[in-house]
């Protein structure tokens, strides 16, 4: 599996701001994704981050809310945009070859606290 | 929205005892993956079944999978403290994303 890192691990925020959270894999993956755990929840799919074009986002999740860039195979980044207490959660990002029987892995996440 | 549901939401038992956690889900899938989370840490994976196999083992874990019930289980023999955690069950078909159930909070007690 690849090694994935994130930046920071945690931040606190004041509302109305953005933050810019990293993720760097150590191999070339296919496909990497963002997930959110608000507190004492499950993880919920944002979107599908697609190298070189748009994220592919999910139902409830928008591009001006959570822009997402993949310049490469290996970095992708995730915006909290206009940021608000409701945004309070961990981000995980997570990355896996294409196919149907590949583990998916997990980064360590960032826990975000919006003030 | 979630796949599927797990039960029991939480679990307390002793240590030294087996732990099975039930997970369920909707659709057809090509596998299952289940994860451990320490305190709302990043995920660990623990193990993949794949939707033509019914039993899979490692070390201290087992996992069943049921198509036909669209269920899954994941015991856990002879607890240890260190075992204390939440644990997800994970599902998708092809090359979709991962769509979570809600988790099983485990506490192992010394």
């Known amino acids: 599996s690849a090694v994935i890192s994130q930046k920071p691990s945690r931040d606190i925020c004041q509302r109305g701001t953005s933050l810019t959270i990293q993720c760097q894999v150590d191999?070339?993956?296919?496909?990497m994704f963002w997930y959110r755990q608000q507190p004492g929840q499950s993880l919920t799919l944002i979107a599908t981050?697609?190298?070189?074009?748009?994220?592919?986002?999910e139902s409830g999740f928008v591009i001006d809310k959570f822009p997402i860039s993949r310049p490469n195979l290996t970095f992708s980044t995730l915006t909290v945009s206009n940021m608000s207490p409701e945004d309070s959660s961990i981000y995980l990002c997570?990355?896996?070859?294409?196919?149907?029987?590949?583990?998916?892995?997990f980064g360590p996440g960032t826990r975000l606290t919006v003030l | 929205s979630q796949q599927g549901e797990e039960d029991p939401q939480a679990l307390s038992i002793q240590e030294g005892e087996n732990a099975t956690m039930n997970c369920s889900y909707k659709?057809?899938?090509?596998?299952l993956q289940w994860y451990r989370q320490n305190s709302g840490r990043g995920l660990v994976h623990l193990i993949l079944?794949?939707?033509?196999?019914r039993e899979k083992h490692s070390g201290r874990l087992r996992v069943t999978l049921d198509t036909s019930k669209k269920s899954s289980s994941l015991l856990i023999t002879a607890s240890r403290a260190a075992d204390t955690a939440s644990y997800f069950c994970?599902?998708?078909?092809?090359?979709?994303?991962?769509?979570f159930g809600k988790g099983t909070r485990l506490s192992v007690i010394a």
């Open positions: 997570s990355e896996r070859l294409a196919g149907a029987y590949n583990e998916q892995f």
């Open positions: 191999s070339q993956v296919t496909m």
């Open positions: 981050a697609n190298q070189g074009s748009e994220a592919t986002y």
């Open positions: 659709t057809s899938i090509n596998n």
């Open positions: 079944i794949r939707s033509n196999e």
């Open positions: 994970a599902t998708n078909s092809g090359n979709t994303p991962l769509v």
